[in-house]
C-alpha cells in the first residue's frame, strides 16, 4: 500500500491567548494533524483554509483546552510520523504527565534510558508539532523554572495555572506539582544463569 498524502490545509482557531492554526493533511484517506502554530508563530505560506468534521472535533477540544476545560487527546490524530525517533519518543513520554503537574526535562530523559540527555529533552519539546495536543507546556526544568514555550513564557504559565500547577513567590513550580519520580516504562526482566 502506497503512502497518499494530500496537501497541506489550515484551519484558524480563536482562542484567550489569540489565534491558533491547525495544519492538516489527509493521509490514506484520514484527515491528521501535521502541525499546531501557536499565536505569534510564523505561519507557512499557502496553507489552503479548509476543515472537515475530523478536524473540527479536535479544534473543539482545542477550545474547550484552552477555556480551561480538561481534554485529552488521542494520539491518533496527529501525525507522529513527521517526528524522528527520539522526538517520538518523548512527546508520547510528555502525554503521560496527568494535567495539573508537571515533570522536568531530566526526568522524562531518565525515564526514556538516557538520564543525561535533558537538553535533548528540551529540544524535542521546544519542536513539538503538536503544542496543545501534545502537552508539552507540561514539562520544565529541575529548579522548577518554567524553560521555554512555543507560544511564549506567559502562555505557558498561564496554561500550568489554569491546570491547577502551583507557583511559588520566586515564579518557581512548586514541588508538590511535580509528578512523582517512578519510572513510567516496564523494565526488562533480569535473568540470572547458574553455572553447573
Given at each position: 500500500m502506497s503512502d497518499r498524502t494530500t496537501g497541506l490545509?489550515?484551519?484558524?482557531?480563536?482562542?484567550p491567548f489569540g489565534t491558533l492554526a491547525v495544519a492538516w493533511s489527509v493521509r490514506d484517506g484520514i484527515p491528521l494533524v501535521s502541525r499546531v502554530l501557536l499565536p505569534g508563530g510564523v505561519r507557512p505560506p499557502g496553507l489552503a483554509r479548509r476543515s472537515c468534521m475530523e478536524i473540527e472535533s479536535v479544534v473543539r477540544g482545542m477550545t474547550a483546552f484552552l477555556s480551561g476545560e480538561s481534554v485529552d487527546f488521542p494520539v491518533d490524530v496527529i501525525r507522529l510520523d513527521l517526528c524522528g525517533g527520539f522526538q517520538r519518543r518523548?512527546?508520547?513520554?510528555?502525554?503521560l504527565v496527568p494535567r495539573g503537574m508537571v515533570t522536568s526535562y531530566s526526568s522524562i530523559a531518565a525515564s526514556l534510558g538516557a538520564p543525561g540527555a535533558a537538553r535533548a529533552v528540551g529540544g524535542a519539546l521546544a519542536a513539538n508539532p503538536f503544542p496543545i495536543l501534545v502537552p508539552c507546556h507540561r514539562a520544565v526544568r529541575a529548579d522548577g523554572s518554567p524553560?521555554?514555550?512555543?507560544?511564549?513564557?506567559?502562555?505557558?504559565?498561564?496554561?500550568?495555572?489554569?491546570?491547577?500547577?502551583?507557583?511559588?513567590?520566586?515564579?518557581l513550580v512548586r514541588r508538590s506539582s511535580f509528578v512523582p519520580a517512578v519510572s513510567r516504562r516496564p523494565q526488562p526482566s533480569r535473568t540470572r544463569t547458574s553455572r553447573t
Amino acid at each position: 500500500m502506497s503512502d497518499r498524502t494530500t496537501g497541506l490545509f489550515a484551519r484558524e482557531v480563536s482562542s484567550p491567548f489569540g489565534t491558533l492554526a491547525v495544519a492538516w493533511s489527509v493521509r490514506d484517506g484520514i484527515p491528521l494533524v501535521s502541525r499546531v502554530l501557536l499565536p505569534g508563530g510564523v505561519r507557512p505560506p499557502g496553507l489552503a483554509r479548509r476543515s472537515c468534521m475530523e478536524i473540527e472535533s479536535v479544534v473543539r477540544g482545542m477550545t474547550a483546552f484552552l477555556s480551561g476545560e480538561s481534554v485529552d487527546f488521542p494520539v491518533d490524530v496527529i501525525r507522529l510520523d513527521l517526528c524522528g525517533g527520539f522526538q517520538r519518543r518523548v512527546l508520547l513520554e510528555e502525554r503521560l504527565v496527568p494535567r495539573g503537574m508537571v515533570t522536568s526535562y531530566s526526568s522524562i530523559a531518565a525515564s526514556l534510558g538516557a538520564p543525561g540527555a535533558a537538553r535533548a529533552v528540551g529540544g524535542a519539546l521546544a519542536a513539538n508539532p503538536f503544542p496543545i495536543l501534545v502537552p508539552c507546556h507540561r514539562a520544565v526544568r529541575a529548579d522548577g523554572s518554567p524553560g521555554g514555550f512555543q507560544g511564549g513564557t506567559g502562555m505557558k504559565r498561564s496554561l500550568l495555572v489554569m491546570e491547577g500547577v502551583a507557583f511559588d513567590e520566586d515564579g518557581l513550580v512548586r514541588r508538590s506539582s511535580f509528578v512523582p519520580a517512578v519510572s513510567r516504562r516496564p523494565q526488562p526482566s533480569r535473568t540470572r544463569t547458574s553455572r553447573t
